[in-house]
């Protein structure tokens, strides 16, 4: 053990949190335990010479499979360590209470949601899930809702989604569509409940549930992917290794300040694994905002500011290392895992978000622009809404509101590509009939022009197949950078 490393633990051992037990197991494993949560401290070692590695997680002893936090770094800056710490034992704080996941339904009296709160609570039971669902009249979700996961709004009082929201801005509120609420449909809501508090979420582990490359590639390279998808809670940021296609590695991060730095530990600790950098082909880094040249040269997510992450990690690694931006990614995983579709567009959307991305793939050539600004909407949506309107997160909140928003993006992208299919990645948009009808109403006798939209389950796996097949094109067909 290095002095670094007895150091560190001298400092998770020192460390003292309120309502938590902190005890050494052994030289290799600490626990840290509250009522509710349970959180460790690991350590690994890899021989003379090497850095030991350390994990941090924190589970639900419920639902171990399904960390809140976990991450591996190395132990080679007592600063960063101790940082990254804080930040775990502050995740631990704040999840204290997360044994059971909270959800409250309420209309104008409580009468009409208690029926369908019971059907969710079944639903729910049947799938051993950790679900609690309560009904309430309106005014009382305005006075309690507070110690809640999640609010659900019955279409009755939508409207009244921003009071509830100002109230318990730390509560994800949000309407239930009319469509659902109507027909009593649990799984659709436990559903639309899952995807709003799954930030979580890892990939699936067996290799039939992942996408598969369709289109012709030349795919002989061991490659490293690593995917950040930034979300309102909590920062994701997942890897695989492939290994001529195929998945031999794979982990991730999930804490709620994602930075830079995550992606440079992902990579210091593939060894837990079994691999070097120096097996490695390439790196291929997807990420938020724009990119240039491997440069993040604009981001508006929180962590992800402007960084010349391509040539810092290449330096630093001595391995290829490319970047691209997620949404462009997720656009090539969307043409590569299917032969039907020649000319597509990925339209991505947050809950929450008043502005879209999209990825554009024309006749198999990924669009990327002037500065690679293809597919950034802001200007878009300004454009379309005024500026005022659309930055205003509001309307992003109901399924309603989030229809009109994307409906009005994607006519707006029909009309200059004409693309064969849309990929649609909005959690608050299911129905791709009800959006095909909301776009139809700015073609009129044309709406024959309208593609095929094809719904999104996991937005993340289309990010990785992707990003592995534009590393790959990169490394067989290299081409000089645009001027621009």
Known sequence: MSTLGQSFRAHVLATSIPGCT?????????SLTTEHATGAVNFYD????????????IVDPDCPDEPKFFLHFELDDEARAEELFAEMVGELQQRDRFDTTRVLLC????????????????AAKTLSLDYSFEAVPLEQAKAEGGSYDAILL??????????VADTWPDVAVVQIPTKIFASYDAGACLKMVMHMLSDNTVFPRDDEDNLRVVRDLRNDKCIMVITCVSRPKNGWTGWRIYRHGEIVAHGWVTKTHPDWRDIEDLIATIPMQGYQVSDLDAIGIAVPGVVNRGSIAFSGHDGYGDYELGRILSEKYGVKVFVDNNANAAAVGCYMSQDEYDTVVLHTQQTGYPVGGQGVVVDGHLAKGRSNFAGELDPLCTALFGKERAHDPE??????GMRDIVSRQLAASISIVA???IYVAVDLIYDMDT????????FGRRAGF??????????RELIMLGELALCLQKLHNPRPHRKH
């Open 435 to 442: 959006l095909r009808d909301d776009i139809a109403r700015f």
């Open 419 to 421: 693309p064969d299919a």
């Open 154 to 163: 019955a279409p009755q009082v939508g409207y009244q989604r921003k009071a």
């Open 22 to 30: 902190i005890k050494q197991l052994d030289d290799e494993h600490i």
């Open 46 to 57: 890899f021989g003379e010479g090497m850095p030991e590695i350390v994990e941090l997680s």
């Open 107 to 122: 209309c104008t009296a409580g009468l009409t949601t208690t029926m369908f709160a019971n059907k969710l609570q079944e």
């Open 395 to 400: 309307r992003a909140w109901t399924p309603e």
């Open 450 to 459: 309208i593609p095929d939209l094809v719904k999104v389950a996991d937005y």
